[in-house]
DNA sequence: ATGCGTTTGTGAACGTGTGCACAAAGATGG
DNA sequence: CCATCTTTGTGCACACGTTCACAAACGCAT
């Protein structure tokens, strides 16, 4: 019998978010296994390939159910086949596209994404001239067929590699279509009415926290393997006193009230637990 | 011998990472409002317009100092300025990027690379036909020049855009050069040395976890209606539940808590949704 | 059957992250 | 100067995530 503990309703089913986001990677470890026909595999070995605790690995899978066997380990088919299912894989799932630039090319191509199920429906975009075009054997068609094509394919999936500026205004449409779930490449805040999810892939953000945390190893090191530039001067800590000095200058005689085209401060609204739109835009 | 893939030693005076995490999301919003000349900014509307809580913004400045001034916000230029220092934007970060094939080709034309401060510093493949090639008015140059390139650029961050066979290898030969930051676009668990820091896109996770949320949101519900949340704004999408119900009829599956037994194993043809996927191809 | 070595599954301790709520700090106006 | 209003900075409680450690379960040999 399962026993599910009550007493809260946060999530529906007592899967971890943290434990949902690894589950793929035990997929891809076992299906590496599973090409190699390996019949079994103990949880230390699979943590090591996952790159992830052992310990956390076997909770990570208690939440499926017992699929092990003590002293022996998971059955390889068994377990892909469970997590598949778990993750939703053994249907298929439309995608579409929107905005086929440099990075919706790439992703058109990008081999692994029928691999696991997902298929790409559809590839859109709003320039006429690249529209008519094709990437990847498939033609690149016209937003105008964007409600069509969600409709007709069943599309709950919708990925946004359009600049900035359109994302939100492409989202919209998107969500308006029937699309529910949104993986959105561009450096933007979406917000969604509840029920649909968005998922950011954002390479300025990586390479930001690897910066931080290059700096933070270059600057703490005592060790200096290999020669550096003699230390960028790294502002050492006044920060507080130039604080109010640039403040100082900042401010002078500059006011919010400087906005003309928004009523900045009237959409306070502080009961606010509904998602509205950003105060501000972001870009 | 393989150590701890991550030896994540917390510093004493350490920001935590979540928070680091957050902080470019908290650039790019003070930087569109610099932008607009907007000179302070409370916790409330840049929160919104980072789509995050006030609350956690204000605990995340806090551990940079005390940046604000009660009673009126945040001076955008002066935050802008503690951001990007924190982050080690203040100072160039050449990068590299090995593998040009269709995502690197896209990443070298990504204009919103050097917006702050990261230069890429050389395009490497191994590939004759590729290199000499150029792509965004850089010349592919040969893997054979990584360590001259790495040691005199002094490039400490390297992106992996290979085929995922490929990656560890890769991987290996920019550390050995130098490199301490690895940005990793192929679907693999890359080993390295204490020291080095590993950052992962995976494209193909991404679905995966969006597909999990999607399954359960057509699955868990009965078909009348669902009375589950006490969100109010629910008759407010018409056509977004429109789709639901449609989707939902359309696929139903989504066997509610079949509890399998576990001595009949290797049922994995029980799938009679659409087609049986051997999975097989490496995501 | 019994014992032994192996490995799972999970309770419990611990660490990290989140969000509420409010006192204190500063601005602003009189 | 004081009163009032706004907003920060943070204590606190709780939710979530990670890791340890070990009893129970299982295969296998005797
Ligand atoms: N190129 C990269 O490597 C990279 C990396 C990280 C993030 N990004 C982000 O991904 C997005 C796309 O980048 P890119 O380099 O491919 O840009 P791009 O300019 O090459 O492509 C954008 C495409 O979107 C289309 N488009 C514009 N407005 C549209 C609309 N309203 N509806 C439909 N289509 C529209 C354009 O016609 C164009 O084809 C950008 O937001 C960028 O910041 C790109
Ligand atoms: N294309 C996408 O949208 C996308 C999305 C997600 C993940 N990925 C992953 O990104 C990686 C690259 O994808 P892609 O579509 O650009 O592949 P691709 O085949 O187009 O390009 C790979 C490039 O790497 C080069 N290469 C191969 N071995 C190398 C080596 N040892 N050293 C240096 N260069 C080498 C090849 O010559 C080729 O130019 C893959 O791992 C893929 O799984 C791609």
Redesign the pocket.
Known sequence: MRRTPVG?Q??ARGI???TVARLPLYLRALTALSERSVPTV???ELAAAAG?????L??D??YLG?????????DVEYLVYQISRELGLTQDWPVVIVGIGNLGHALANYGGFASRGFRVAALLDADPAVVGSSAAGLPVRHMDELESIVESQQVSIGVITTPPGAAQQVCDRLVEAGVTSILNFAPTVLTVPDGVDVRKVDLSIELQILAFHEQRKAGEEPEDEREEEPAPSRAANPVRAAAAKLRRAAGGSA?PEAKPEKTD?AQ?SAAGNDHERPAVMPA
Chains 1, 2 share one sequence.
């Open positions: 809260r946060t999530r971890p978010e943290a103990s949880s230390e992830v605790n052992s310990a956390k076997r909770k899978f208690s017992s699929y092990g066997t003590r002293g022996v380990g998971y006011k401060k306070k």
